[in-house]
C-alpha cells in the first residue's frame, strides 16, 4: 500500500494596524529534504492579525492538498502545521474555545480542507517561522503598492537557510514516510545554521554554560516581551486609597473606562501584541476586554497577576492607615517581610507569587509580545526584579492609571526593562 505523501506547513499573517492594511503567507515543505513545494500569498484588504494567520493557514492547507490533487479520501497527505500564532495553534487543536464571531468560519473552513486525523498543530517562535513571515510581508508590501503578491517576485525563499543546508539533513530514523521522524529533520534544519556560513560560530553545546551579560551570544532569538498595562481608573484611584486584592473589587470609572478605549486604540496603532493576560479583579478584565475587542484577541485570566491583599487597610487612605494603624504601617514601609493589618499579604509574599507567574508566562510565550493587564505591585515587582533592585525601589517608582511599562525575558535568563509609566497614549 503506498503511504501517503507528508508535508511541513508553514504559515503566518500579519495587519500593519491590526485592524489595519493585512497579509497572509504561507509554505509548504517536504520534511523528508527540507525543499520549499509551494508557496502561498495574498493581500486582504484591511483585517485583524488573527483573521490574516487564519487565512494563511487555509491557503498552506489547500496548497499541501493541491500538490496529491488525484490521492483517495483515506490516502490523501498527512501534514504537519507549523504557525507562531498561539492562538491558531490552540484553537484548531481543540485545546481552546473558538469565540469570537471571526474566527469561527475561518476555524471551520480550516477544517474542512483536510480530515482532522491528517493535520497536527505545532507553535514555533517567530524566529523559527521567518519564511512565511517574509511572504506575508510581501504581501502587505504589495498591497501597499495597490498590487497582489507574485511568486515570481517573491525573494522569500532565497532568504530561508532551509535550501542551503538540506543536503546536511541527518539520516532519517523509522520505516520510509515516517512523519515524526521526516519533521524532525526539517526542524534540525531549521535549527542549524547555513552552509554558506550565515552563523559565524558553532551551536552551543547542550551542555555549555549558558553566557550572560556583555558576553552574551548575539543569537539569543526574540525575547518575550510583556507589555505592562496599569489598569484605568476606578473610583478609588483620585482618592489614592489602598485597592487590593481583598477589598470591593470596583470597577472602571468613566474616567477609567475612556482610558481604556484609549490604551485600546493606540495598541491597535503599533499592531505589536499578540497575547492578552489579565489579573482576573474587575478592573483589570475590563481594561483588558477593551483591549482585546479593539485587537481581536482572547483574554487569558492569571491568578498571579492580582494586585496585594492590602487587609484591613482596603479602602482606606494612608493618612487613615498611619492615623489607625501607625505601627503596623511603620513596620511594612520598614520591612518587605512585613504585612499589612489584618492578614494582608507582605512584598516579599507578592514578590514571590509574580516571580512564579513570571516565569510560566515566560516560558509560555517564548519570543512573543504579550500584553500583561495587572496593578501597581505586581508592575513594580517585575521592573524591580528585571532591573535587580531591592524591595525598597517599589516606593521610588511612579505609575499611572493606564499607564504602559515593559520589560523583555532573553533565553539565557536576563532581563531588559524597555519602558517605565509612559501616558502619551492618554494626552
Not at 556560513?197 to 554554560?209: D, I, Q, V
Not at 470597577?251 to 473606562?257: D, H, N, P, T, Y
Not at 525575558?409 to 502619551?424: C, E, H, K, M, Q
Request: with cysteine.
Amino acid at each position: 500500500m503506498t503511504q501517503p505523501r507528508r508535508f511541513v506547513v508553514e504559515a503566518d499573517g500579519g495587519s500593519r494596524g491590526n485592524p489595519g492594511p493585512a497579509g497572509y503567507g504561507a509554505v509548504v515543505i517536504d520534511p523528508a529534504t527540507g525543499e520549499t513545494l509551494a508557496e502561498a500569498a495574498e493581500y486582504i484588504g484591511v483585517a485583524t492579525n488573527n483573521v490574516a494567520e487564519y487565512k494563511g493557514l487555509i491557503a498552506g492547507l489547500r496548497a499541501a492538498k493541491a500538490l496529491v490533487p488525484d490521492a483517495p479520501a483515506d490516502g490523501g497527505p498527512r501534514v504537519h502545521v507549523r504557525m507562531d500564532s498561539k492562538l491558531v495553534v490552540e484553537q484548531m487543536s481543540g485545546r481552546w474555545k473558538i469565540k469570537h464571531p471571526d474566527m469561527k468560519p475561518l476555524a471551520a473552513e480550516a477544517a474542512r480542507i483536510l480530515p482532522a486525523s491528517a493535520v497536527t498543530y505545532e507553535w514555533i517562535p517567530r524566529e523559527k517561522n521567518k519564511h512565511a513571515d517574509r511572504l506575508a510581508n510581501e504581501a502587505m508590501d504589495a498591497g501597499k503598492r495597490g498590487r497582489q503578491w507574485e511568486p515570481s517576485s517573491s525573494t522569500a525563499d532565497l532568504d530561508s537557510p532551509r535550501s542551503s543546508v538540506a543536503a546536511a539533513l541527518p539520516p532519517v530514523s523509522g520505516p520510509p514516510g515516517d512523519a515524526a521522524a521526516g519533521a524532525a529533520r526539517a526542524r534540525a534544519a531549521l535549527n542549524r545554521p547555513a552552509a554558506s556560513g550565515e552563523l559565524n560560530r558553532p551551536a552551543p553545546s547542550a551542555t555549555a554554560t549558558p553566557q550572560v551579560g556583555w558576553g552574551a551570544a548575539p543569537d539569543l532569538g526574540a525575547p518575550a516581551t510583556f507589555v505592562l498595562l496599569r489598569h484605568g481608573e476606578t473610583a478609588l484611584t483620585p482618592e489614592k486609597r489602598f485597592s487590593g486584592s481583598g477589598g470591593t473589587d470596583p470597577e472602571l470609572s468613566a474616567v477609567g473606562r475612556g482610558q481604556a478605549e484609549h490604551a485600546a486604540e493606540a495598541f491597535a496603532a503599533r499592531g505589536t501584541v499578540q497575547e492578552i493576560v489579565s489579573s482576573p479583579l474587575r478592573r483589570c478584565r475590563e481594561t483588558a476586554g477593551a483591549v482585546a475587542a479593539r485587537l481581536g484577541l482572547e483574554v487569558r485570566i492569571e491568578d498571579g497577576l492580582r494586585e496585594t491583599d492590602f487587609g484591613v487597610w482596603e479602602g482606606l487612605t494612608f493618612g487613615e492607615v498611619r492615623e489607625r494603624y501607625g505601627a503596623d504601617l511603620d513596620a511594612w514601609l520598614a520591612s518587605a517581610k512585613a504585612a499589612p493589618t489584618g492578614g494582608g499579604e507582605s512584598f516579599a509574599e507578592v514578590a514571590r507569587r509574580v516571580a512564579a507567574t513570571r516565569d510560566r508566562l515566560v516560558s509560555r510565550y517564548a519570543g512573543r509580545t504579550v500584553l500583561l493587564v495587572t496593578h501597581v505591585t505586581p508592575i513594580k515587582t517585575l521592573v524591580r526584579l528585571a532591573l535587580g533592585a531591592p524591595p525598597e525601589s517599589l516606593f521610588r517608582m511612579e505609575l499611572s492609571a493606564a499607564s504602559v511599562s515593559a520589560v523583555a525575558y532573553y533565553a539565557d535568563g536576563n532581563a531588559s526593562v524597555r519602558l517605565l509609566n509612559d501616558t502619551s497614549h492618554l494626552r
